[in-house]
Structure formats: C-alpha cells, structure tokens
Nanobody, 121 residues
C-alpha cells in the first residue's frame, strides 16, 4: 500500500504564503509525475501544478508566477510553495503521485487525503 500524507494547510491572510508538503510512504519502487490539485466548493477539481521525476514543472495559469512546485526524490516528497495568496486560492488541496509498488508491474494513481487552504482577512 502506498500512502500520501499531506501537511501545511491552514488559514492565511491575502498576500500571505504557505508551503504544502506531501510525503509518499510504503513499498515504493518508483514515482513518475507528482502533482497538486485543488477543489473549491461547488467547483471541479483542477490541476494546480505537476512535476516530473527529473524535476521539470508545469503550472496552471492561475498558479504561474506565484506558486512553485518542487520534489525531493530521496524522501519521496513533493512541495508546493504558495506566495501572494488570494481568496480565490481557497480550496482543498490534494497531492497526487503516479507510482509503482515493489510488487507491481504497473504504475497506479495515488491520492492524498486533502488539506484545507483558506485565504481570508
């Protein structure tokens, strides 16, 4: 079993910053892409940022210039540094990993439990 454990969410004022962390645990053979998604009330889940195994990032337009995704492959951990936060960033943020277990021949989608980010004055 592969588990993704998220941390770093909370309440922050507009213009503030947060750093989200997501650590993958279990009998992991390898991880390809890791991503952050978010879902606001009444909205579809949307991709915020993704990062490949070699560290190449991609961002949604809403995140460009404000958010930075990074990863530490030795720790099987992905981060999302969020700066200049806006009320529109309020959502549950979910970690994603495309990973393969030691006992499996296939890569599988894994999701974290979600962490709440609230941007409000």
């Amino acid at each position: 079993q592969v588990q993704l454990v998220e941390s770093g969410g909370g309440l922050v004022q507009p213009g503030g910053s947060l750093r989200l962390s997501c650590a993958a645990g279990g009998s992991i053979a390898s991880i390809r892409d890791m991503s952050w998604y978010r879902q606001a009330p009444g909205k579809q889940r949307e991709l915020v940022a993704t990062i490949s195994s070699d560290g190449s990032p991609n961002y949604a337009d809403s995140a460009k210039g404000r958010f930075t995704i990074s990863r530490d492959n030795a720790k099987n951990t992905v981060y999302l540094q969020m700066n200049s936060l806006k009320p529109g960033d309020t959502a549950v943020y979910y970690c994603y990993a495309d990973a393969r277990k030691l006992t499996s021949s296939w890569y599988t989608d894994y999701w974290g439990q979600g962490t709440q980010v609230t941007v409000s004055s």
